[in-house]
């Protein structure tokens, strides 16, 4: 039985004091949620601030990014131990904005992940397809060459760490979400993929969320999914009222 996880991610939003009331609000709200994992995902420079909130909640704390390198000559990146030393669990890796805005490859996105794994993160993969590669039905491919490069050399005892997160990315930020039906499509399509990579007792445990314009309206739906084991919540994520609603929803 795999538990639910509804993971927030921030993207590039907030300030420091608004950062701290958002926690604090879904604190509040949520109390201690036992069935439920929830993290949100933070920007780098908020991470103690937000630590510190919720030092006392069972709502785990997550980065939206990490180098593969430990340390050294790589300005403006920020490595796995510095991201374990601001209290974070998670790490969002291969993000469609970082893919497509930053240009980050699957290539790049595999050495991420293995960096992540083995310095004690929990990775979340991002994968998804582009309008025009669903319009061209070429869904399947995209997502399966994703997973395929993404999880390169990773074994079967190492992917328990981590979570796909599928969010088709016409669906991110626009309003428009994958229909249940859709969701559930590519998500069987990804576990049978797991199953053939990793066996399928394997597949059967790790989580896949859907991730693109989630919101309260339709928490529930895409949530009675079989194979849509938690959600990845950009925009509703930053306001406590709907970001705790749809916690509430799947708890
Ligand atoms: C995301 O950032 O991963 C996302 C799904 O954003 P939104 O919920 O705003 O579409």
């Known amino acids: 039985m795999r538990k639910p996880f509804i993971a927030g991610n921030w993207k590039m939003n907030t300030n420091n004091a608004e950062a701290v009331a958002l926690v604090s609000g879904l604190v509040e709200q949520l109390g201690e949620i036992a069935t439920v994992d929830v993290a949100v995902c933070v920007p780098f420079v908020y991470l103690r601030a937000v630590a510190d909130t919720l030092s006392s909640s069972n709502i785990a704390l997550g980065a939206q990014d990490v180098f593969y390198e430990d340390n050294g000559a ?27 805005i930053i240009g980050e490859t699957d290539e790049l996105i595999n050495r991420k992940l293995h960096t992540a794994i083995s310095g004690g993160l929990l990775p979340i993969l991002c994968v998804g397809e582009l309008l025009e590669q669903r319009q061209a039905d070429e869904t399947n491919e995209i997502v399966t060459g994703q997973i395929k490069k993404g999880l390169e050399g990773i074994d079967a005892e190492k992917i328990l760490a981590v979570t796909v997160a599928y969010e088709p990315v016409w669906a991110i930020g626009t309003g428009l979400t994958a229909t249940a039906r859709q969701a559930q499509e590519v998500h069987a399509m990804i576990r049978s993929l797991l199953g053939e990579m990793y066996g399928r007792d394997t597949a059967e445990q790790i989580r896949i969320q859907y991730g693109g314009s989630a919101k309260p309206a339709n928490t529930a739906e895409l949530m009675a999914n079989p194979d849509v084991d938690g959600l990845l919540v950009g925009g509703a994520s930053l306001k406590v009222e709907d970001f705790s609603a749809m916690i509430r929803t799947v708890a």
């Not at 510095?82 to 890796?93: F, R």
């Open 74 to 100: 790589f300005t403006g990146e920020i490595s796995c131990r510095m991201l374990k030393d601001a209290c974070c669990t998670y790490v969002i890796i291969g993000h469609s904005e970082r893919r497509h």
